[in-house]
C-alpha cells in the first residue's frame, strides 16, 4: 500500500476533475461530490497507481480484492441517502476508501473486512487519515449485533441473498444498498432496500454492476 499519505496541489486538482466528471455521470448528491473531493483516494492505492488513482476505473489491492471505481462508490453512497450523525454499517472494508467517503459525510462508520491481511493493512492506513471508521474483522453476513441497530447498511461485494441478519440488525426506516448477483451469474443488480415500518421490506433496483463476490470464511490471502 501506498506509504506515502502526502496529498499534494496536484492530487486536488485530479480531485476536483474527477468530481466534475461524476457531476457528468449523474451523481447529484452534493454531500456526496463534496466527500469524494475531500477523501485522497491515491492513499489507498499502491504506489504504481498513484498517477491513475482519480481516473474512474477500479484496482487490485491484493487478497482478490479491488477497490471500486469513484462512480461506484458515488452511486451506492448517493442511494443510501446518508444524514451526518447517522450509524452506517459497511459489509467489506477492502482499501478504506468506501468507510472514509462515509465518514466525510459525517456518518459514524462501522466496517466488516472478512480478508485478515487486508484488515490490518488497511486498519493502519485508516488510523493515519482524519477520518474516523471503526474497523472489524469478521464475517459481513453476520453484522455487528452488539451495535446494532443501524440507519444504514451498505455492502461492496456481490451477494448471493439478503443477509437476513442484517436486515433484522436496522432501524425502521433504514435502507440498505446491496449488489445482489443476478441470476444468469453475470454481474450484480443494485438494489435499495428500505425496512419500512411494519418490518415489511420495498426493493428498488438500480442497474447493473460487477463486484467481486461476498464470503464468509475469513481468509488470510
Known amino acids: 500500500m501506498n506509504s506515502n499519505l502526502e496529498d499534494t496541489y496536484r492530487h486536488k486538482g485530479l480531485r476536483k476533475q474527477l468530481v466534475d466528471q461524476l457531476k457528468a455521470k449523474g451523481i447529484t448528491d452534493e454531500a456526496v461530490l463534496s466527500a469524494l473531493n475531500e477523501v485522497p483516494r491515491h492513499v489507498f492505492l499502491d504506489s504504481s ?91 459481513g453476513f453476520e453484522g455487528l449485533p452488539t451495535y446494532q441497530p443501524f440507519d444504514r447498511v451498505i455492502i461492496t461485494a456481490g451477494a448471493p441473498s439478503i443477509p437476513e441478519k442484517l436486515i433484522e440488525q436496522m432501524k425502521p426506516n433504514g435502507i440498505m444498498v446491496i ?19 411494519d418490518g415489511s421490506l420495498k426493493k428498488e433496483e438500480f442497474g447493473d454492476f460487477k463486484f467481486v463476490p461476498m464470503l464468509k470464511e475469513i481468509g488470510n490471502d
Not at 459525510?105 to 480478508?115: D, L, P, W, Y
Not at 493493512?121 to 471508521?133: A, G, S
Not at 449488489?179 to 415500518?197: F, H, R, S, V, Y
Open 49 to 139: 497507481f498513484v498517477e491513475l488513482a482519480y481516473q474512474d476505473m477500479a484496482f487490485p489491492i491484493g487478497s482478490g480484492q479491488t477497490i471500486s471505481q469513484p462512480s461506484t462508490v458515488a452511486f451506492q453512497t448517493q442511494l443510501l441517502q446518508v444524514q451526518k450523525g447517522m450509524k452506517v454499517l459497511e459489509i467489506g472494508t477492502g482499501s478504506g476508501y468506501q468507510a472514509c467517503v462515509l465518514a466525510a459525510m459525517g456518518a459514524k462508520v462501522f466496517s466488516i473486512e472478512r480478508q485478515r491481511n487486508l484488515f490490518f493493512k488497511t486498519k493502519e492506513i485508516l488510523e493515519q487519515l482524519p477520518f474516523r471508521v471503526k474497523t472489524f474483522l469478521g464475517d
Open 179 to 197: 449488489p445482489m448477483d443476478n441470476a444468469e451469474g453475470e454481474g450484480q443488480t443494485m438494489l435499495k432496500i428500505t425496512k419500512l415500518e
